[in-house]
């Protein structure tokens, strides 16, 4: 079974571009999570979504972030406008809703911001 | 195991020794604890978990104690390998199974051979 897919692995855009990254979560998996990994703050958690449908988005920093998941097999985070201060690794991670089971991690998108 | 600043905490640790990697958790709520290995360039992969209910956990290598009453966790890993070298999460779920895991901000292991 693929894990969770993620794209694109790397992006570098110019302040004030829109960024949109991208996840596939592992089959069957119906919850997903999105995470932003820093230095400065670790790993923080933006918005996770149960059955497509957002439980909690206190994380995500700023009206300029938004996250969709339109079905059961697809997601995204958007950024616009993007700034400098964006950049950092966004992690896509998905597990079974009712199952406090280990999430699974994508291979993260390295989004910088110039 | 709490990292302060730009800065994580490291264990260095010569190869065939134990490891030990503590973590503080924040919430006397949380029912559900994992610890998580990440390497460089890749994401975060589960190592072995541990609920609410037991003290302490066994894996391959790998050991998870908990301690309630502090709010304290460890990864204890037999025979270090240079493969082991990573950075280290432990994360708490908080809200049961709807909920979500928070994690703390990485321990990096160093073996050296």
């Known amino acids: 079974d693929a894990g969770v897919i993620q794209s694109p692995r790397h992006e570098v855009t110019e302040m004030g571009q829109e960024v949109t990254l991208r996840c596939k979560p592992i089959?069957?998996?119906?919850?997903l999570f999105w995470y932003r990994q820093t230095m400065m703050r670790g790993l923080e958690l933006l918005i996770y979504?149960?059955?497509?449908?957002?439980?909690?988005d206190s994380g995500m920093p700023e009206d300029r972030f938004s996250a969709k998941m339109p079905n059961a097999s697809f997601s995204t985070l958007k950024i616009q406008p993007s700034e400098p201060r964006d950049s950092a690794v966004y992690f896509c991670?998905?597990?079974?809703?009712?199952?406090?089971?280990?999430?699974?991690f994508g291979e993260g998108s390295r989004l910088t911001v110039l | 195991g709490e990292s302060v600043g730009l800065h994580l905490p490291t264990l260095s640790v010569q190869e065939g020794d134990n490891s030990i990697i503590n973590c503080a958790y924040s919430?006397?709520?949380?029912?559900?604890f994992i610890w998580y290995k990440q390497e460089s360039g890749k994401g975060p992969q589960f190592i072995i978990d541990?609920?609410?209910?037991?003290d302490k956990r066994q894996g391959q290598r790998v050991t998870v104690l908990l301690n309630k009453t502090v709010k304290h966790l460890s990864l204890q890993i037999a025979a270090t390998q240079p493969g082991d070298s990573a950075v280290y999460f432990c994360?708490?779920?908080?809200?049961?199974?709807?909920?979500?895991?928070?994690f703390g901000k990485g321990t990096k292991l160093s073996v050296k051979p």
């Open positions: 991670a998905s597990r079974r809703t009712g199952n406090t089971g280990e999430l699974f």
């Open positions: 089959s069957g998996h119906n919850s």
């Open positions: 979504f149960n059955n497509n449908v957002p439980i909690d």
């Open positions: 919430n006397s709520a949380s029912d559900y």
């Open positions: 541990i609920r609410s209910n037991m």
């Open positions: 994360a708490e779920n908080i809200g049961g199974s709807q909920g979500n895991l928070i």
